[in-house]
């Protein structure tokens, strides 16, 4: 079956209702939905389990080879997202987080998009982020960032997990 969209039918009072007309503006635009629920229009993840530790107290990435996505859309918008812990050897780091779209934060604040304290020295906070952005048709690169209001912070101990999916 061809996974084509065809623009719905208007039907008329009396109308008589063919097996084509049916299959041709119910049954294949149900189809095609639901291919585009199952196989997204682009998308790209990466996992890491690794560590990282950063005492920078400017945006830098994470890790620019490991966390880094290529992803070429169509021009819907894109659901982006990313997971992980944090912890510091002393309590009260504040740890700031954002992604890198295109060489610019998506944020542009310096607080980020996801700001966490950690707790008590070497206790591990989660943080997650999930936000959604509309995007030209075309190649984009994410990358994670971060960095610290002061002292020094360690992301990982749980596998991280960065991820763009466009939605269509």
Known sequence: ???IWTAPRTWTTGE???STLMNTHLRDNLEH??????????SASALSVASYSTSSTSFVDVD?????????????????????????AAGGVNCYF??????ARISGVSAGS???????????????????????????TVKLQWRVGSSTATF???PLGLFALEMS
């Open 64 to 88: 620019a080879t490991n966390l880094s996505l290529a992803l070429t859309t169509t021009g819907a918008p894109v659901l982006f997202g990313f997971s992980g812990s944090v912890s510091a």
């Open 33 to 42: 939905l639901k291919a585009r629920v199952e196989t997204p229009a682009a």
């Open 16 to 18: 008589v209702v063919t």
């Open 1 to 3: 079956m061809p996974d």
């Open 114 to 140: 996801v700001h966490v304290t950690t707790g008590t020295a070497g206790e591990h906070s989660a943080v997650c982020f999930v936000g959604v952005r509309a995007l030209a048709a075309g190649a984009h």
């Open 156 to 158: 990982g101990s749980v």
């Open 98 to 103: 954002d992604l890198l779209l295109d060489g």
